[in-house]
């Protein structure tokens, strides 16, 4: 498991049935990519997150498959269609196995 990995979530508390709303992420992760050397010469080992979904419900909002170029801190910004309150599950996941998750409840009033 790396270390320091820190997800951030914003989602609306409430919405109106229908409403498109803007959620944005962040995971604070060194994203190394596999390819650095440390100072000694030796091949720094690949340790990225490879993976990000957010369901709805448990239906799939976004589904997202990441390669080593993708920056250090991944960041997403999206917009999803809420026909009812609910709760947002957002999964992320590391090289080593490790998952990662958050959620967020949303009421449509």
Known sequence: ??????????VPKSASAGEAITIKTLISHPMESGQRKDGDGNVIPRSIINQFTCTFNGETVIDVKMEPAISTNPY??????????GTFEFTWQDDDGSTYTESKEITVG
């Open 1 to 10: 498991m790396a270390s320091g990995v820190k997800p951030r979530v914003k």
């Open 76 to 85: 997403f910004e999206f917009e999803a269609t809420v026909p009812e309150s």
